[in-house]
């Protein structure tokens, strides 16, 4: 009889178990898809520079913080600065030619118009040479002698008119800061500055450094990494579900994360925010090939992105690497798979390098207005 109500009590428990396990797959377990395969992810800003030269200090060396704006690597700036010189005492110089340029303008026309007195004065002198000669006051050759400084006057007078309008072309519709020349002189001034300026390698956004392998005394060319910085306020998650399961996820489904980190009695939330456009194998740097004879099939994972709420980052960072755990709310299936809407927001940007632009053109508005 007690080995019956065992029984009977290990059945019991049995269904109960059971019923209440159905119970939560069809409300919870059902419509959440879940892998351990997920890792944070973020943007490792390379720090290169962008002319070459030696470095001669280093600002920040590997785990350090730096803010952006902060000089991370400093190259030598002496022949920058021998460039920059040249530069400047050029349009300097060119500022004063052009400036003798307008004054010159002045003189021609100047003389234009006394050229232009001398010719109506000759015109003057010969109707009344002419008027004597009808009477015979003067001679055949006194006329003849006022008709030659007539042509003479005219000549002289065309020729201050073309070259009058030949110096005009140099300097016509233009102002001192306008012209060509001084334009020119002052893209030079403004190339030397930014070679100049460009010695100092500033931190593009704030985070951590890595990677540092920049050393002193190296000689460093445009483009070669030099160290990282790593922005852990951004940070996001990939993670690779397996094909199987992308069939009832979407983008702006709710997730529930752990990190490998915290334990599981911390939780991140966030949200789908796009989906791979195709399996890690088929962006592999040696990608299978399944039309070969000794191709097997395996299950491919393809890489979700998840946004993580900025607070709960804050609160608790991650770094980059991370492994995490991630659970997949799919109850929500309205939208679109794949949906095709295209982002208008900026992905980053910095400020850190605008700094020298605003200096340069002010260095050039002041060696011309100092030199006008």
């Known amino acids: 009889m007690n080995r019956k109500k065992l029984l009977l009590s290990v059945i019991g428990a049995f269904v109960i178990g059971a019923g209440a396990y159905g119970i939560y797959w069809s409300t919870s377990l059902r419509n959440t898809e879940t892998t351990d395969n997920a890792y944070v992810n973020g943007n490792v800003v390379q720090i290169t520079s962008q002319v070459p030269g030696t470095v001669v200090s280093i600002g920040a060396d590997d785990t350090e913080f730096v803010k952006a704006g902060a000089t991370l690597v400093q190259l030598d700036t002496a022949d920058a600065k021998v460039a920059l010189d040249e530069a400047e005492s050029n349009l300097a110089k060119t500022v004063r030619q052009v400036r003798n340029l307008y004054a010159t303008s002045g003189q021609l026309s100047a003389n ?3 050229r232009n007195a001398e010719l109506a004065r000759a015109q003057d002198d010969l109707k009344r040479r002419e008027d004597l000669a009808a009477s015979g006051f003067i001679s055949k050759e006194a006329l003849q002698h006022e008709r030659t400084t007539l042509q003479a006057a005219d000549a002289a007078s065309t020729a201050a008119r073309q070259q009058l309008a030949a110096h005009t072309a140099l300097v016509d519709h233009t102002t001192v800061e306008s012209h060509p020349d001084v334009r020119n002189a002052a893209a030079k001034v403004r190339e030397a500055y930014l070679a100049y300026s460009r010695t100092a390698l500033p931190a593009p956004v704030s985070g951590y450094v890595a990677k540092r392998s920049v050393q002193l005394g190296q000689r460093v060319a445009p483009g070669a990494p030099l160290m990282a910085v790593v922005s852990l306020d951004d940070v996001w998650v990939d993670a690779n579900f397996k094909e199987g399961q992308l069939k009832s996820m979407r983008v702006g489904q709710p997730v529930t994360l752990s990190a490998d980190l915290y334990g599981d009695k911390l939780a991140y939330h966030g949200k789908v925010v796009g989906f791979g456009a195709g399996t890690g194998g088929a962006f592999a740097l040696l990608p299978a090939q399944n039309a070969s004879g000794n191709w097997i099939k395996i299950v491919q994972r393809v890489p979700v992105r998840i946004a993580l709420d900025r607070a709960e980052l804050a609160k608790h960072p991650l770094q980059v690497g991370l492994s995490m755990e991630v659970k997949v709310d799919t109850k929500d299936q309205g939208g679109e798979r794949l949906p095709r809407v295209a982002q208008s927001r900026t ?26």
């Open 347 to 372: 992905l980053g940007n910095t400020q850190s390098f605008d700094a020298p632009d605003v200096a340069a053109d002010n260095l050039v508005k002041s060696i011309v207005t100092a030199k006008s």
């Open 112 to 114: 234009l118009s006394q």
